[in-house]
């Protein structure tokens, strides 16, 4: 579990790093990077949960 919680950790500091940044010039290209960047991050957490879930339904 620790594992997933280090690379959900990893995900958070590209995703602040790269607004701080912002490489791509483009608005809407930014907008886009950063929206599909933003649903990876829920993406990763719900299936956080679902591990979570599952662990503690075997108990």
Same mark, same amino acid.
């Given at each position: 579990?620790?594992?997933?919680? +280090? ?18 010039? $483009?608005?809407?290209? $930014? ?5 599909? @960047?933003?649903?990876?991050? @829920?993406? +990763?957490?719900? +299936?956080?949960? +679902? ?9």
């Amino acid at each position: 579990m620790k594992k997933q919680l +280090y690379l959900y950790a990893g995900l958070i500091i590209l995703f602040i790093a790269y607004n701080f940044y912002k490489p791509i010039k $483009d608005e809407r290209i $930014d907008a886009a990077v950063n929206i599909l @960047f933003a649903s990876a991050l @829920f993406l +990763y957490i719900a +299936y956080i949960a +679902y591990l979570v879930l599952k662990k503690m339904g075997k108990k």
